[in-house]
Each structure stands twice: as structure tokens, then as C-alpha cells.
């Protein structure tokens, strides 16, 4: 999976990441601090190994943007004072209604704008349903399997202290989760809450079941929780799949009220 408008890059299985899993002890005081306690008591199943590699590819103000794979928000903090440290939030996993290109969901920091070669990413793919994440333009890392319209929670964080950048994604539907953390340097001038559609795949928009994202934040490099239309971002993206493709769009709704959701499908 990769920045917008780009492939993911040809590359990308030569380019080597050292992530290794959390603490787990540490890992549950992060999630305890934004996700709270009754997500920390449904942390049963730890995944800490990675599935082999696959063979078949498996992803089955306001802004508005056309872009070639993406669909969803992404608060945009090119020419601000402030850096995306963080991004999460739940959303649920999609599949594909009929056949159609490699699909994923995700939450992430970066890609959006002039840095677009380095992304840190965890989510979800639609076809062969894995929950995986990706130091983009390192190769994904599938970890465990995931059912439709299970419920995801991701986060991605950069920890200051030790200059790390660090993922947790935990499917809530079955208690399992995974973790990673590794030194790397991503773009932190955007968050993104994306449905993506690889450009190397077959050229239609797939038909999806709808995505939902829920109580979606990011937080800037000042510590500060910001719900996706803040004004702390310089503008709010809101990014529809529609450019050189025949077959429709996806369409991002409008923000729920409390600005922390909203819903992604056909249109």
C-alpha cells in the first residue's frame, strides 16, 4: 500500500525495515491512555510472528481531492506549525461484493503530500483478510487473519523518547492484536483514514461493503488530541477515489457531528 496517486513500489520487497513487537507491558499503557480500559481488557490474543509471504496480492476549511487510489479524510498539516505524532481510531473491516482489484483500509501518517515515500501504516485488507502494517516503501507485513465486518482498531505513533515510530492494530471482534515499533523516518505532514485501491491491480473501483470509521483522532507533536476537522491542521482532505477509473468513485461521507467519523462506499 502506498502514498496517493502513486504504486505501491516495485522495490518495495528490497527495502528492509528492522520492526520487532512492543513491550507488551508498555503497549498497555499506551492503549489504556487512548483507547482506555475496556479495550486493554479484550487484549487476549498477542500475535508476535508474521504469516509467510504472500504469493496472490491481498487487499481485495475542507478540501476536496480526486485522486487515483485514494478514499477518505486526511487532516493535511503541510505549512502548519504543528506535525502529525499520531493517528487512530476503529473502523470496520470491508470486503469486495464481487470481483474486483486489491483493496485495503487503514490509518496512517503520511503519503499525502511532497514526502510521499515514506508512510507508517497498519489496517486491514478486503479480499484475502488480513490484518497487517507497513513501513511504506518497505513491504507489508500480514500478521493474522480478520473476517468481514469485524472491528479494527489502529494506531500509529512516533514516541519522541526514543525517536521510534510504533504501530498497534487489534481486531475487538475476536481479541487478537499485533504490535510493532522500529526506527524509521516518516512524513509527518498528514493523518490518514483511507480505503485504497492498488493502481497495479485491475483498473475498476471494486464494489465494497461500506466502511465505517469511529472515534478517529490524531494528535500533533505538542501532545494535543485533535478530532479530524480541527483547525489545527491547515486543511481537512476529504479524498474521493474517482480519477482515470470507469467504473464509479468512493466517496467519503460527511463527518459525523463530533468530527471523529464517517462513512466510505460506492457513489
Not at 470486503?95 to 501518517?109: E, M, R, S, Y
Not at 486491514?124 to 487473519?145: C, H, L, T
Not at 471482534?173 to 485491475?202: C, H, K, M, R, W
Not at 457531528?257 to 462506499?265: A, E, P
Amino acid at each position: 500500500y502506498g502514498p496517493v496517486n502513486s504504486t505501491q513500489a516495485t522495490g518495495a520487497q528490497s527495502v528492509i525495515v528492522n520492526a520487532a513487537p512492543i513491550d507488551d507491558a508498555e503497549l498497555r499503557k499506551h492503549v489504556l491512555l487512548t483507547a482506555g480500559p475496556a479495550l486493554v481488557a479484550k487484549m487476549l490474543h498477542r500475535v508476535t510472528t508474521s504469516l509467510p509471504i504472500q504469493t496472490t496480492r491481498r487487499y481485495v476549511s475542507v478540501t476536496t481531492d480526486n485522486t487515483d487510489n485514494w478514499s477518505g479524510y486526511a487532516p493535511n498539516l503541510a505549512g502548519a506549525s504543528h506535525k502529525v505524532n499520531e493517528a487512530f481510531g476503529y473502523f470496520t473491516v470491508s470486503f469486495l461484493k464481487t470481483n474486483g482489484p486489491d483493496t485495503a483500509t487503514w490509518i496512517g501518517v503520511g503519503g499525502l503530500n511532497t514526502d510521499q515515500t515514506h508512510i507508517v501504516q497498519a489496517g486491514a485488507d478486503a479480499s484475502m483478510f488480513d490484518a497487517w502494517y507497513e513501513y511504506y516503501p518497505a513491504a507489508p507485513k500480514y500478521i493474522y487473519g480478520v473476517d468481514p465486518g469485524d472491528k479494527m482498531y489502529v494506531d500509529v505513533w512516533f514516541n519522541q523518547g526514543t525517536n521510534q515510530w510504533n504501530t498497534f492494530f487489534m481486531d475487538e471482534t475476536t481479541n487478537t492484536y499485533s504490535s510493532s515499533v522500529a526506527g524509521f523516518n516518516a512524513d509527518q505532514s498528514s493523518a490518514d483514514y483511507i480505503t485504497e485501491v492498488q493502481l497495479d491491480s485491475p483498473y475498476n473501483v471494486p464494489n465494497i461493503n461500506p466502511v465505517t470509521f469511529s472515534s478517529s483522532y490524531w494528535v500533533d507533536n505538542n501532545g494535543s488530541r485533535q478530532t479530524l476537522n480541527s483547525n489545527e491542521a491547515a486543511t481537512l482532505d476529504k479524498v474521493y477515489l474517482d480519477e482515470d477509473r470507469s467504473s464509479g468513485k468512493l466517496c467519503p461521507s460527511g463527518l459525523v457531528s463530533s468530527g471523529d467519523g464517517f462513512t466510505i462506499s460506492n457513489c
